[in-house]
């Protein structure tokens, strides 16, 4: 895949990127609260905010236009189909024009307004700016504690250190950002980028909110695959468990093995009965070989997606027409308005 050249900053301060899925009932308080955050920040910064439509199926893009023709800050893009959260975001991120530019989710769960400190932090000189989360309301206890598990995890076997409790809602500035558009990987995650880019970074705290409507868009199987898509992203650890694992069964099985040769140097009998221990070993050593295999799957997988160099998406339409074409995407052609 070609990588994306470094955008130049063209008469924008700040950029709001704003991935979208299936939000028609969150999307006017969205706009709402955004005009209000930026009438609370003033004029000091002139702002475009990007709605991007990750193939939603309701009529998320016919209110992105409405908002779009009603506010000139405000401009839609339309892929062509479904492609993933952390895609449309890449998506968003490579047309995305400010000087800083921030990400935050479309169901307010991440409030506008506690951009502006993020904003502050950049502006004394912060590149990157995560947002850690002190609370999270409206979210069940296992998906916090699956959370818990999972930002352990990828703590201690990934090569980059992220805040724990830190998301999407982020702030970029351009260098920081030019330096994320660089990197191609199709299976993305984002986080673990923002982390391995480098950059002096820092930190603010917020609330984060319950949905104000609608239903989360990241059930049970896309956790799973956000986290798989994770661990494999950033780290090979679970490839060198082989060696630790392997060794670990073999162990008591070397120690059985010199069982049963003692045995049979004093002429013992019992040597006869061993057949359960060698099902148990042929279990064992064989669905660790399955396990394994499937894991080295993954990472094979992941590299033949990689050799085929698609675009990591396609650009249907967008509400203004004179939007660059970013090199880490496709556009269809005829589209703009």
């Known amino acids: 895949m070609t990588a994306a050249a470094p955008l130049p900053a063209l008469g924008v301060d700040i950029s709001y990127v704003i ?14 609260a955004l005009q209000d955050m930026l009438t609370q920040a003033g004029p000091k910064y002139s702002v475009e905010v990007l709605l991007v439509d990750d193939g939603s199926r309701d009529k998320s893009w016919e209110l992105i236009e409405q908002a779009a023709h009603a506010d000139a800050r405000m401009c839609g893009i339309r892929l062509s189909r479904n492609f993933g959260h952390q895609v449309a975001l890449t998506c968003g991120y490579h047309f995305a024009r400010g000087r800083a530019v921030i990400c935050l989710d479309a169901d307010l769960q991440d409030p506008p307004e506690v951009s502006l400190r993020m904003i502050k932090a950049w502006e004394e000189g ?3 700016v995560f947002a850690v989360r ?12 699956t959370a818990s598990l999972f930002y352990w995890l990828i703590e201690q076997i990934g090569n980059v250190k992220v805040p724990r409790n830190s998301g999407d809602f982020r702030l970029l500035s351009r260098r920081a950002l030019n330096a994320l558009n660089e990197l191609p990987e199709r299976h993305r995650y984002i986080r673990g980028l923002v982390g391995w880019v480098g950059f002096k970074t ?10 104000v409507a609608g239903v989360t868009k990241y059930p049970l199987a896309k956790m799973v695959k956000f986290a798989t898509d994770a661990i494999v992203s950033m780290s090979v650890t679970p490839l060198r468990m082989a060696y630790l694992l392997a060794i670990g069964l073999s162990a008591p099985f070397l120690l059985y093995m010199l069982y049963s040769f ?14 359960p221990s060698t099902i148990f070993a042929i279990i064992v050593f064989g ?3 399955l396990f394994f295999i499937g894991i080295l799957g993954e990472y094979v997988g992941r590299i033949y997606e990689e050799a085929k160099n698609r675009p990591l998406y396609v650009v249907q339409e967008t509400t203004r027409a004179a939007l660059t074409a970013p090199p880490g995407g496709s556009r269809s052609p005829g589209q703009g308005t």
């Not at 299936?22 to 969205?30: K, V």
């Not at 003692?262 to 057949?275: C, F, P, Y």
């Open 19 to 32: 991935p979208i899925y299936n939000e028609e009932e969150s999307l006017a308080q969205l706009v709402t």
């Open 126 to 128: 912060a590149d990157i």
């Open 134 to 145: 002190a609370e999270r309301r409206g979210e069940t206890s296992f998906k916090l504690a």
């Open 202 to 211: 820092a930190t603010i705290t917020y609330e984060r909110h319950a949905r």
């Open 262 to 275: 003692v045995l049979w140097a004093i002429g013992s009998k019992q040597i006869e009965h061993g057949w």
């Open 287 to 289: 669905a660790a070989n």
